[in-house]
């Protein structure tokens, strides 16, 4: 009899070498999609990671870990483009994530942050349907796809039946979720998810993290930010750990 779903993921934990780096020159070797090179990055005069390099293996599913206040955060909204570097640069697909246009990065990475929220007496339905923004302009507007991609972001965390109520009247638990199903709706390759499960107690932080490792199976890249060290080494195939703003071990666990 073969090996438990989970056991296996046990065997292949984190491990801590094998890093990816990115090149001084910028370049990106080997599987890194999206990185930071030698980037300063803070907020307005104060600087939280100086000449910071890191990269996100495609196809990973990456935590970054730390004490608080270490800059996890800093460098997850550097990595999405809400926080531009003072130096140095982000890149995405070879490319400086400057270069892209803002719905054209919107279709190739999403970002939740650590709070959200919901205007009132939004459905959620329709607070999901936002994740379809980056595929319509005046021209295009919303069509089958953007119907069929909503129902599959619904339908992923057991949403569908809520889908008519007020986001206002639902639970902590199940307003994380219709978040991830926004940023599921989104269909883009890579997701960046700050601290999802904060504020949620045991199960439904069992339950989120469970559905962002289906969404990691079926090919996306997943980076999300976790204060649960346990958590980490039980999801995450690809560790950034930091420490007073600087990665102190980033690794990847071998593949066979």
Not at 83 to 102: E, F, K, M, N, W
Request: glycine letters at 8%.
């Amino acid at each position: 009899m073969g090996p438990t779903h989970d056991n296996a993921r046990e065997r292949t934990a984190p491990r801590m070498d094998e890093a990816h780096v990115p090149r001084r020159d910028g370049s990106a070797p080997g599987m890194e999609r999206l990185a930071a090179v030698d980037a300063t990055i803070g907020y307005d005069r104060r600087t939280v990671s100086e000449h910071l390099s890191v990269s996100v293996p495609d196809g990973s599913f990456t935590a970054i870990i730390g004490p608080n206040g270490c800059g996890k955060s800093t460098l997850l909204r550097a990595l999405g483009r809400v926080l531009r570097p003072a130096t140095g640069q982000v890149l995405l697909d070879g490319r400086a994530i400057d270069a892209y246009g803002s719905k054209e990065i919107a279709r190739r990475l999403g970002l939740l942050p650590q709070t959200s929220l919901a205007p009132d007496g939004i459905r959620v339905a329709d607070l999901v349907g936002r994740g379809r923004a980056p595929y319509q302009n005046l021209i295009q507007q919303w069509r089958g796809s953007d119907e069929d991609a909503v129902a599959a972001a619904l339908a992923a965390p057991r949403l569908t039946e809520l889908s008519g109520r007020l986001v206002d009247e639902l639970s902590g638990g199940q307003r994380q979720r219709v978040w991830v199903a926004m940023l599921l709706a989104q269909q883009t390759p890579i997701m960046l998810l700050d601290e999802p499960t904060t504020f949620l107690d045991i199960a439904h932080q069992y339950e989120l993290m469970e559905l962002l490792r289906g969404f990691h199976d079926e090919g996306k890249t997943v980076v999300t930010v976790l204060h649960d060290l346990n958590q980490a080494a039980r999801y995450a195939d690809h560790l950034v750990v930091m420490r007073d703003g600087n990665v102190v071990t980033p690794a990847r666990r071998r593949r066979s």
